[in-house]
Nanobody, 115 residues
């Protein structure tokens, strides 16, 4: 069983920064494509950023230039550095692991940005 655990969420003022972490329980991490999604109240879950096993990245339009996704295969951990946060970034942030046609999700961490 693969478990994903997010951490690093919290309350921050607009313009501030947070760094989210997602730890994966098994060594499949290095071969996985990893991603961050978010879901705000009343909205659909949306892709925030994605990083492949080779390190290629892709970002949602709303976060380009402000968020940075990265991974540390030695720690089985993915990160999301969020800078210049805006109130519209408020959401529950989820990490997702994709490998061998299987998907695994974390439980989510709340990010709240006050104006």
């Amino acid at each position: 069983q693969v478990q994903l655990v997010e951490s690093g969420g919290g309350l921050v003022q607009a313009g501030g920064s947070l760094r989210l972490s997602c730890s994966v329980s098994r060594s499949i991490f290095s071969d996985s494509t990893m991603a961050w999604y978010r879901q705000a109240p009343g909205k659909q879950r949306e892709l925030v950023a994605l990083i492949t096993s080779g390190g290629s990245t892709n970002y949602g339009d709303s976060v380009k230039g402000r968020f940075t996704i990265s991974r540390d295969n030695s720690k089985n951990t993915m990160y999301l550095q969020m800078d210049s946060l805006k109130p519209e970034d408020t959401a529950v942030y989820y990490c997702k692991c994709m490998i061998m046609l299987k998907l695994y999700w974390g439980q989510g961490t709340q990010v709240t940005v006050s104006s």
